[in-house]
């Protein structure tokens, strides 16, 4: 098993360009959450999914969209980035929402 | 809302040294509590997941404790190794179902000295 993987590693953008954060897992997990993790503050979580089609909001979704259109992958989308958006953005799966959590590597994304 | 405080924020200790890590939590209705080590540059590997219907989880040289009542949870590590040189996070996880969220603390920095 590969377990959670994460595309890309790095990014740059610039304000106000879109990108799409890749997350796959092939573990079948149905519960999968994309977390940010700034210095000083912790992970805090941004969105989370129970199953496919079915999406949630977590404590920072602003500037945030999300799908899950299959099990597999949960794709995390910036349509207009701003320089608070820099992170480190790591993506997790679970069987169900109360297991044990499993991490991907994380993308650093930088926006000036 | 949840907050999780870890205590201490940063330790260095020589190689061989029995520790704890401790982790304050303040909403107790938690389902369970996930301690993760992160390596500089890396992800979070999971280490113990602990029910909170459980007092105490082990794995190798590692042992969670958990006391939800006071909020609190510990991580034992015995005869500490360079290698396990890392940052400890503990992470509480809501009790509500339909939204059993992790919650993290900042961690805890450790250096294992050889």
């Known amino acids: 098993n590969a377990g959670v993987t994460q595309t890309p590693k790095f990014q740059v953008l610039k304000t106000g360009q879109s990108m799409t954060l890749q997350c796959a897992q092939d573990m079948n997990h149905e519960y999968m959450s994309w977390y940010r993790q700034d210095p000083g503050m912790g992970l805090r979580l941004i969105h989370y999914s129970v199953g496919a089609g079915i999406t949630d909001q977590g404590e920072v979704p602003n500037g945030y969209n999300v799908s899950r259109s299959t099990t597999e992958d949960f794709p995390l989308r910036l349509l207009s980035a701003a320089p608070s958006q820099t992170s480190v953005y790591f993506c997790a799966s679970s069987y169900g929402e109360g297991n044990e959590q499993f991490f991907g590597p994380g993308t650093r994304l930088t926006v000036l | 809302k949840q907050e999780v405080t870890q205590i201490p924020a940063a330790l260095s200790v020589p190689e061989g040294e029995n520790l704890v890590l401790n982790c304050s939590f303040t909403?107790?209705?938690?389902?369970?509590l996930q301690w993760f080590r992160q390596d500089p540059g890396k992800g979070l590997t999971s280490l113990l997941l602990i029910q909170s219907s459980q007092r105490e989880q082990t794995s190798g040289r590692l042992n969670a404790s958990l006391d939800k009542s006071s909020g609190r949870s510990t991580l034992y590590i015995a005869a500490s190794q360079p290698g396990d040189s890392a940052t400890y996070l503990c992470a509480p996880r809501r009790a509500t179902a339909g939204r059993r969220a992790l919650t993290f603390g900042s961690g805890t920095r450790l250096q294992v000295q050889p």
């Open positions: 909403d107790s209705a938690i389902y369970n």
